[in-house]
């Protein structure tokens, strides 16, 4: 181990040469300072762990009569198996981002994965799992474990003689008093990530809220005998929605293509040209053109990661992510597979680059780049999780060169020091039983550096509370709409866009969208710098610049801070002390 102590921070690392195997024994993987900041059920703190946008569990003498360890996967999935399991959910057991803390009393301890990360485990175990400590801590995977079949039918389970070779490194971080809570951690976080270049200000960043539109053009329903297109909005019918939102006076407007591509959406990688029946290329160019003309961004939605069975552009046993034993990764029908991120490149740099340079879009939205990071045991072209990392890093440099602006879904923090724009970033965690309170620690790392949304508005389940949800953690307002009905879409992969017609959620989106930029205008570019629950249902969040925004779920007004907040509502007091 190399151990630096400097300033309010330790580093701990272990070269990649520095471990020596010998005898029948292989090291599968390093458990780092189990114990370090272990603290008793008595003590007043909490441990912070990055499931999904953040949560903390405090300490409490009194546990659940079943108590086990929770561990999550830093950026994705370990074993390459479990990856079509989850696909389109968020899953339970990934950390988007490589840090968590503990706090007692007035001190903290912020842990940040430096190197290695993308093979790691963050661990946490609660009082009550083996001894009375509560402990969270990182586990370095050296070794994958994977599963094969013998000749006689059973399953046999082992680890990969090949170690993985990388340096390891983790940085510990002490704060103290007003800096000992989650707020201060991710501050600390925020200004690490921005001292190491890796997280930057979003070039798209203007002075207004934008109003986030994806417009859902096209998809094939599988049918027995012929597939059937189905087209929910033509390139000039986009045109059409677009100019209702900037009649109605939305000034500043995002405005993100999906399923513009051959065959629509879902069949890739083969993108280009667009589908005819949505306009083709000329249709393409019209929208362009039309972009260019109201000054507004416009970029296309791209799938670099997965390949679908009849979709042109790729080799099944040639380019596709392949197991331990050879046969290729995918779904239990057989239907979709990973694409070998090397060989995406190429598909992509050869092939869609030079034919999309010809449309002057302000960028492209890649699916699944923050998401997900793999690893290839393909013979031809083997890659680790590390350099799937660097190439979903290339991409959108070459996005961002090429065009001015990358996007990507998904926010696992490699792709923060490129990306322009964020979607899926979740707003909830995954609902441990040990969690007692959900945290925007995502949120308050990026916020006023690049802008975010979560899932889109006309899909909300409970209208009213999750507007909340997007105030009280920094959202743009986002919506995912059609020119058609959304019926259209009920035989097909995209059944989740059931409520989508543009014409029924235009005044909700424009009323939101006035109304944030309003009343929000002046903390959209700030730093969140503190979050805190003031009780059940009351929640106040201070900004950078000095303002606070209080956000009340609870059916009754409720005072906090000598001011009044509403029932269901929000009160923005700026930094002169002004109230909206």
């Given at each position: 181990?190399?151990?630096?102590?400097?300033?309010?921070?330790?580093?701990?690392?272990?070269?990649?040469?520095?471990?020596?195997?010998?005898?029948?024994?292989?090291?599968?993987?390093?458990?780092?300072?189990?114990?370090?900041?272990?603290?008793?059920?008595?003590?007043?703190?909490?441990?912070?762990?990055?499931?999904?946008?953040?949560?903390?569990?405090?300490?409490?003498?009194?546990?659940?009569?079943?108590?086990?360890?929770?561990?999550?996967?830093?950026?994705?999935?370990?074993?390459?198996?479990?990856?079509?399991?989850?696909?389109?959910?968020?899953?339970?057991?990934?950390?988007?981002?490589?840090v968590f803390g503990i706090k007692k009393g007035d001190n903290a301890i912020l842990a940040v994965i430096s190197e290695?990360?993308?093979?790691?485990?963050?661990?946490?175990?609660?009082?009550?799992?083996?001894?009375?400590?509560?402990?969270?801590?990182?586990?370095?995977?050296?070794?994958?474990?994977?599963?094969?079949?013998?000749?006689?039918?059973?399953?046999?389970?082992?680890?990969?003689?090949?170690?993985?070779?990388?340096?390891?490194?983790?940085?510990?971080?002490?704060?103290?008093?007003?800096?000992?809570?989650?707020?201060?951690?991710?501050?600390?976080?925020?200004?690490?990530?921005?001292?190491?270049?890796?997280?930057?200000?979003?070039?798209?960043?203007?002075?207004?809220?934008?109003?986030?539109?994806?417009?859902?053009?096209?998809?094939?329903?599988?049918?027995?005998?012929?597939?059937?297109?189905?087209?929910?909005?033509?390139?000039?019918?986009?045109?059409?929605?677009?100019?209702?939102?900037?009649?109605?006076?939305?000034?500043?407007?995002?405005?993100?293509?999906?399923?513009?591509?051959?065959?629509?959406?879902?069949?890739?990688?083969?993108?280009?040209?667009?589908?005819?029946?949505?306009?083709?290329?000329?249709?393409?160019?019209?929208?362009?053109?039309?972009?260019?003309?109201?000054?507004?961004?416009?970029?296309?939605?791209?799938?670099?990661?997965?390949a679908s069975k009849g979709s042109r552009g790729f080799s099944l046993g040639k380019d596709t992510v392949h197991r331990?034993?050879?046969?290729?990764?995918?779904?239990?029908?057989?239907?979709?597979?990973?694409?070998?991120?090397?060989?995406?490149?190429?598909?992509?740099?050869?092939?869609?680059?030079?034919?999309?340079?010809?449309?002057?879009?302000?960028?492209?939205?890649?699916?699944?780049?923050?998401?997900?990071?793999?690893?290839?045991?393909?013979?031809?072209?083997?890659?680790?999780?590390?350099?799937?990392?660097?190439?979903?890093?290339?991409?959108?440099?070459?996005?961002?060169?090429?065009?001015?602006?990358?996007?990507?879904?998904?926010?696992?923090?490699?792709?923060?020091?490129?990306?322009?724009?964020?979607?899926?970033?979740?707003?909830?965690?995954?609902?441990?039983?040990?969690?007692?309170?959900?945290?925007?620690?995502?949120?308050?790392?990026?916020?006023?550096?690049?802008?975010?949304?979560?899932?889109?508005?006309?899909?909300?389940?409970?209208?009213?509370?999750?507007k909340l949800k997007w105030v009280e953690y920094g959202y743009i307002p986002y919506y995912q709409l059609t020119y058609?009905?959304?019926?259209?879409?009920?035989?097909?992969?995209?059944?989740?866009?059931?409520?989508?017609?543009?014409?029924?959620?235009?005044?909700?989106?424009?009323?939101?969208?006035?109304?944030?930029?309003?009343?929000?205008?002046?903390?959209?570019?700030?730093?969140?710098?503190?979050?805190?629950?003031?009780?059940?249902?009351?929640?106040?969040?201070?900004?950078?610049?000095?303002?606070?925004?209080?956000?009340?779920?609870?059916?009754?007004?409720?005072?906090?801070?000598?001011?009044?907040?509403?029932?269901?509502?929000?009160?923005?007091?700026?930094?002169?002390?002004?109230?909206?």
């Amino acid at each position: 181990l190399d151990i630096r102590l400097q300033d309010n921070w330790l580093d701990i690392s272990i070269p990649s040469g520095g471990i020596e195997e010998k005898g029948e024994y292989l090291l599968s993987s390093m458990k780092l300072l189990p114990f370090l900041g272990a603290a008793n059920d008595n003590e007043p703190g909490y441990v912070f762990y990055p499931d999904q946008c953040g949560a903390i569990s405090y300490f409490k003498t009194e546990h659940p009569q079943t108590v086990m360890a929770k561990s999550w996967h830093v950026f994705g999935i370990n074993n390459i198996e479990d990856i079509f399991v989850s696909d389109g959910q968020h899953n339970t057991g990934v950390a988007c981002m490589p840090v968590f803390g503990i706090k007692k009393g007035d001190n903290a301890i912020l842990a940040v994965i430096s190197e290695g990360e993308q093979d790691s485990f963050i661990v946490y175990r609660p009082s009550g799992d083996a001894v009375n400590l509560y402990r969270i801590y990182t586990d370095f995977v050296y070794r994958r474990l994977f599963s094969y079949i013998k000749n006689d039918a059973k399953l046999i389970k082992t680890y990969d003689t090949v170690m993985i070779q990388q340096n390891r490194s983790i940085r510990y971080i002490f704060l103290a008093e007003d800096e000992a809570d989650y707020s201060g951690m991710a501050n600390a976080y925020r200004s690490y990530l921005i001292d190491i270049k890796k997280l930057r200000r979003s070039r798209i960043l203007g002075n207004k809220i934008p109003l986030g539109l994806d417009i859902f053009m096209g998809i094939t329903e599988e049918r027995i005998l012929v597939d059937k297109f189905i087209s929910a909005t033509t390139f000039d019918q986009a045109c059409s929605i677009v100019d209702e939102f900037l009649k109605q006076g939305v000034g500043e407007i995002q405005v993100n293509l999906v399923g513009w591509t051959d065959r629509g959406y879902g069949s890739y990688p083969a993108h280009i040209p667009p589908d005819r029946k949505l306009g083709g290329e000329k249709g393409l160019l019209r929208i362009v053109e039309y972009s260019k003309t109201k000054d507004f961004p416009l970029f296309l939605q791209v799938n670099f990661v997965n390949a679908s069975k009849g979709s042109r552009g790729f080799s099944l046993g040639k380019d596709t992510v392949h197991r331990k034993n050879g046969t290729v990764l995918s779904t239990g029908s057989k239907d979709r597979f990973l694409l070998n991120p090397a060989i995406s490149w190429s598909i992509f740099t050869k092939h869609f680059i030079p034919w999309m340079k010809n449309y002057r879009i302000s960028g492209l939205t890649f699916e699944k780049f923050g998401e997900l990071s793999y690893y290839d045991y393909n013979i031809k072209q083997p890659v680790q999780n590390n350099e799937t990392i660097g190439y979903w890093n290339k991409f959108m440099e070459e996005s961002s060169n090429t065009f001015g602006f990358a996007a990507a879904h998904g926010g696992n923090a490699y792709i923060l020091e490129n990306v322009d724009r964020l979607f899926d970033i979740p707003f909830k965690d995954s609902g441990q039983i040990f969690t007692d309170e959900c945290i925007p620690f995502y949120q308050m790392t990026v916020h006023g550096l690049i802008p975010y949304s979560s899932s889109p508005g006309n899909l909300f389940y409970d209208e009213t509370t999750q507007k909340l949800k997007w105030v009280e953690y920094g959202y743009i307002p986002y919506y995912q709409l059609t020119y058609r009905e959304s019926n259209i879409l009920k035989n097909t992969r995209y059944k989740q866009l059931f409520a989508s017609c543009y014409r029924d959620w235009l005044d909700t989106a424009i009323n939101i969208y006035k109304e944030f930029n309003s009343r929000l205008d002046n903390v959209w570019s700030e730093y969140i710098i503190e979050h805190k629950k003031i009780k059940d249902g009351l929640f106040r969040v201070k900004y950078q610049n000095s303002a606070t925004v209080y956000v009340n779920y609870n059916e009754e007004a409720e005072e906090v801070d000598g001011y009044y907040v509403n029932a269901l509502d929000y009160l923005v007091v700026d930094e002169e002390g002004n109230r909206k």
